[in-house]
T-cell receptor, first 115, second 118 residues
Framework: DAGVTQSPTHLIKTRGQHVTLRCSPI?????VSWYQQVLGQGPQFIFQ???????GRGNFPDRFSARQFPNYSSELNVNALLLGDSALYLC??????????????FGPGTRLTVL | AQTVTQSQPEMSVQEAETVTLSCTYD???????LFWYKQPPSRQMILVIR??????QNATENRFSVNFQKAAKSFSLKISDSQLGDAAMYFC???????????????FGKGTHLIIQP
């Protein structure tokens, strides 16, 4: 089975532009989470989606938004890009939100550079 | 809010030797999960080991084991018989085990860069 896939691999944008990052979860996984990893830091939680609904949100401005599609793939959108948005954006999928633990499987990430 | 602290930005160990990576965390919750993730230069985050806070027994996965000290809020990772393929960034992470707490995602430390010397 294919793992979590993300596209594009790399992306260069200029300040003020908008960007869309895409994630396809592992087949059968219904939950997708997004993380931002700035160079030299650990990942920071942005969003979690389960069954197409936002279930959790980290401390990020409203310029960040996401959605999940009926096939459980997801998009992360960032508006009005700032230099500080330059980072590796990681997507993670899991079977689903439940009372018990569900392991998160990470994708390879999208490297976003804002000039 | 929970915090995770990794005080060792970089560690170096000889191949075949043992190394211990440190992690401390702060939480007011009694039930949670702790993790160690490995991120090689390929960038893909890989789960190394998981510990449930309600379990007193330390988790072990082959050459990887943890020392979980709940009262001290300490969670260290021991890698035995270090191999060249172990070279990577290692991140300690926390997740609430409260109902719906998983929706808050994982809280990561800043990471420790592990160098394996041949």
């Amino acid at each position: 089975d294919a793992g979590v896939t993300q596209s594009p691999t790399h992306l260069i944008k200029t300040r003020g532009q908008h960007v869309t990052l895409r994630c396809s979860p592992i087949s059968g996984h219904k939950s997708v989470s997004w993380y931002q990893q700035v160079l030299g830091q650990g990942p920071q939680f942005i969003f979690q989606y389960y069954e197409k609904e936002e279930r959790g949100r980290g401390n990020f401005p409203d310029r960040f938004s996401a959605r999940q599609f009926p096939n459980y793939s997801s998009e992360l959108n960032v508006n009005a890009l700032l230099l500080g948005d330059s980072a590796l954006y990681l997507c993670a999928s899991s079977l689903g939100q439940a009372l018990t633990y569900n392991e998160q499987f990470f994708g390879p990430g999208t490297r976003l550079t804002v000039l | 809010a929970q915090t995770v602290t990794q005080s060792q930005p970089e560690m170096s160990v000889q191949e075949a030797e043992t190394v211990t990576l440190s992690c401390t965390y702060d939480t007011s919750e009694s039930d949670y999960y702790l993790f160690w993730y490995k991120q090689p230069p390929s960038r893909q985050m890989i789960l190394v080991i998981r510990q449930e806070a309600y379990k007193q027994q330390n988790a072990t996965e082959n050459r990887f084991s943890v020392n979980f000290q709940k009262a001290a809020k300490s969670f260290s990772l021991k890698i035995s018989d270090s191999q060249l393929g172990d070279a990577a960034m290692y991140f300690c992470a926390y997740r609430s085990a409260a109902p719906g707490g998983g929706a808050d995602g994982l809280t990561f430390g800043k990471g420790t860069h592990l160098i394996i010397q041949p």
